[in-house]
T-cell receptor, first 113, second 112 residues
Framework: KAGVTQTPRYLIKTRGQQVTLSCSPI?????VSWYQQTPGQGLQFLFE???????NKGNFPGRFSGRQFSNSRSEMNVSTLELGDSALYLC????????????FGPGTRLTVT | AQSVTQPDIHITVSEGASLELRCNYS??????LFWYVQSPGQGLQLLLK??????LVQGIKGFEAEFKRSQSSFNLRKPSVHWSDAAEYFC??????????FGDGTTLTVKP
């Protein structure tokens, strides 16, 4: 079974631009969560989607948004990029809400210049 | 709100030596507990998990962890470390399905 895939793997953007990251969960998994990883703040939860609905949300500004499609694939969008948004963005999938075991993708490394 | 503390930022052990990485959590009840490993530039790989039952759990790559409710701890152990174990290790708790809370991580260096 294929693991969680994330595209692109690396991205360089300029301040003020917006970016969209994509995540395809493991086949059969319906819950997708996003995390931001930085050296200063560690791993922080962004949001979780299940059945195309946002189920949980972390403490991030409204510039961070996401969505989930009917095939469980998910995208996250960051608008008006700031230098501090440079991070590794990790996607994790699990079978369903209530299933606590998460499987992570390789991440997208976003650099904002 | 739950929290996770990994007291050791960096640990160095010699190849073949035993390893113990500490993890303490704060939560009113028993959460679901996990250990993940991350190699540079990579995602997180699940090593093992504790949901309930036997407090000593076995994972992949020869790792094990012991849940101690009285100490709110979930320490990771390995009897004999291999050079390939050098990585960053994260302890995590999950009390809300798709939302995990992670410790700050422990970087393991293995000396030849």
């Amino acid at each position: 079974k294929a693991g969680v895939t994330q595209t692109p793997r690396y991205l360089i953007k300029t301040r003020g631009q917006q970016v969209t990251l994509s995540c395809s969960p493991i086949s059969g998994h319906r819950s997708v969560s996003w995390y931001q990883q930085t050296p200063g703040q560690g791993l922080q939860f962004l949001f979780e989607y299940f059945s195309e609905t946002q189920r949980n949300k972390g403490n991030f500004p409204g510039r961070f948004s996401g969505r989930q499609f009917s095939n469980s694939r998910s995208e996250m969008n960051v608008s008006t990029l700031e230098l501090g948004d440079s991070a590794l963005y990790l996607c994790a999938s699990s079978m369903q809400t209530g299933e606590y075991e998460q499987y992570f993708g390789p991440g997208t490394r976003l650099t904002v210049t | 709100a739950q929290s996770v503390t990994q007291p050791d930022i960096h640990i160095t052990v010699s190849e073949g030596a035993s390893l113990e990485l500490r993890c303490n959590y704060s939560y009113g009840a028993t959460p679901y507990l996990f250990w993940y490993v991350q190699s540079p530039g990579q995602g997180l790989q699940l090593l093992l998990k504790y949901f309930s039952g036997d407090t000593l759990v076995q994972g992949i790559k020869g790792f094990e962890a012991e849940f101690k409710r009285s100490q709110s701890s979930f320490n990771l152990r390995k009897p004999s470390v291999h050079w390939s174990d050098a990585a960053e290790y994260f302890c995590a708790v999950n009390t809300n399905a798709g939302k995990s809370t992670f410790g700050d991580g422990t970087t393991l260096t293995v000396k030849p």
